[in-house]
């Protein structure tokens, strides 16, 4: 009896861990980390979910400067000294298949998480 | 009952155990090198030791390969012409050519002088005088480099660019073999090796840009131990009295290859020869393209047309999945 006891205690055990990973799993949260990188370091980790009001700051470094603004519609690149101006250009940064990216200054701006189930992009 | 509760703990474990365990054993690095971001991924055992090294060759190759590099090798030939240069010069230069061959000129690693005039390197973007094109082509053509040994001659200037990558990315997965790892996904600039497979296993699934809309996907295929490497008009270009300028320039016109063609994608088991290809089949256009890849049913390749209709090769049809309108290419 208490055999079965303990059987019946350790099957609704599994079952409701076994729901709560597969209800994770299919229900992570949209990426909202953004990650800014400077020659591949991480130099800023910002949560777009947690921005109140928009603010803007800028990334120096030894090529040039970057300025990054963040409001409700998302974080872009408003100002740069780079010769191309791409990176201003892309506008908001929308998913990991494109992240902003200025080549001459050697920055990234990308989501922590990447998107769905896709491992890589060719480009 | 019992078979229940095995039934229960296989699910559990399998939908739990091995995001966790990929994250955990997950090595990754990101860098600029090759003028673009590199960002190299392995799994498990070794994937530390291993991306350390690839970095180390990247950077190493990078160093010898950039032409802008006053250090470097390829600068030094570019202003003497005739040079001894290392075996990994000399290697990628003869590969270079083999594939220049293949595609009948279509890929060509001497149009870099063309490419200048356009402004394709600096950004400084202009459509060049046809007149100074055509006096630029007459210097131009990989049948002017000799490869004696290592003594390279050429007559014009030589770029690596549309090819370094992939070359790197042959480096990186003799290394990850070396180093006995089991699972990696690379990128050098877009430039995809997709090693082994997935930490959770099954294939890696590597997504296509779409050409109007970049931060998209158009495709994806599933591949294992492939290279996946696309060229874009998308990529580089410029605007000017409403004509559409992109930097995938015909070696024998000298102006951007115009053939209703946004990008193509080629898979296949070299990085070097994908890179190549992928230049070399977008200036051939669709119907030569069809002829090479119909002799050489080993490389995988997807095209799309500015109407974003999707053509692939017959041994991709049952890996690659797309929304668009799509016709086998054969």
């Given at each position: 009896m208490r055999a079965k006891i303990f059987t019946v205690i350790f099957a609704a055990v599994l079952i409701v861990c076994g729901a709560a990973s597969l209800y994770i799993m299919k229900h992570k949260t949209p990426a909202s980390i953004v990650l800014i990188k400077s020659d591949g370091k991480v130099v800023r980790r910002i949560?777009?979910?947690?921005?109140?009001r928009p603010y803007e700051f800028e990334v120096k470094a030894e090529y040039g400067y970057n300025r990054i603004y963040i409001d409700g519609d998302g974080i872009r690149i408003t100002d740069a000294d780079c010769p191309d101006k791409i990176c201003i250009r892309h506008g908001v940064l929308k998913s990991n298949f494109s992240p902003i990216v200025c080549l001459p200054h050697k920055l990234t701006v990308i989501f922590e998480n990447a998107d769905g189930n896709i491992d890589a992009v060719t480009d | 009952m019992k078979k229940i509760i095995f039934t229960l703990t296989i699910m559990l474990f399998l939908s739990s155990c091995s995001p966790i365990n990929s994250a955990k054993d997950k090595i990754s690095a990101d860098f600029y090198a090759m003028d673009t971001p590199m960002v190299l991924t392995a799994y498990g055992d070794n994937a530390k030791p291993a991306i350390k090294a690839i970095k180390t060759e990247i950077i190493d190759l990078d160093k010898k390969f950039d032409r802008k590099n006053e250090d470097g090798e390829l600068y030094n030939f570019n202003i003497n012409g005739k040079v001894l240069v290392s075996d990994d010069l000399a290697d990628i230069i003869a590969k270079s050519v083999e594939i220049s061959d293949l595609t009948g000129g279509a890929f060509d690693i001497t149009v870099s002088a063309i490419m200048d005039l356009w402004g394709f390197y600096d950004q400084n973007y202009t459509v060049p005088d046809d007149a100074l094109i055509q006096k630029k082509l007459e210097k131009t053509g990989y049948k002017h480099i000799t490869l004696d040994g290592n003594l390279l001659t050429a007559i014009s200037m030589l770029d690596l660019g549309g090819i370094a990558k992939g070359y790197a990315s042959d480096r990186a997965m003799k290394i990850l073999k070396s180093y006995g790892v089991s699972s990696a996904i690379l990128s050098l600039g877009g430039n995809i090796l997709a090693y082994g497979t997935r930490p959770g296993g099954g294939y890696w699934n590597v997504g296509i840009e779409d050409p109007v809309q970049t931060d998209k996907v158009i495709a994806t295929v599933e591949v294992s131990d492939k290279f996946v490497v696309t060229s874009g008009t998308y990529q580089r270009f410029f605007e000017k009295d409403g004509v559409f300028y992109h930097h995938i320039i015909d070696p024998k016109t000298g102006y951007p290859a115009d053939n209703g063609l946004t990008s193509v994608s080629v898979i296949a088991d070299s990085g070097t020869l994908a890179d190549g290809l992928s230049t070399g089949l977008f200036v051939m256009g669709l119907e030569k393209a069809k002829e090479y890849l119909m002799a050489h049913p080993e490389i995988g390749a997807v095209f799309i047309d500015r109407d974003s209709t999707v053509y692939y090769t017959p041994n991709l049809s049952g890996v690659l999945k797309t929304d668009a309108k799509k016709t086998a290419l054969f």
């Open positions: 949560d777009l979910k947690a921005v109140t | -």
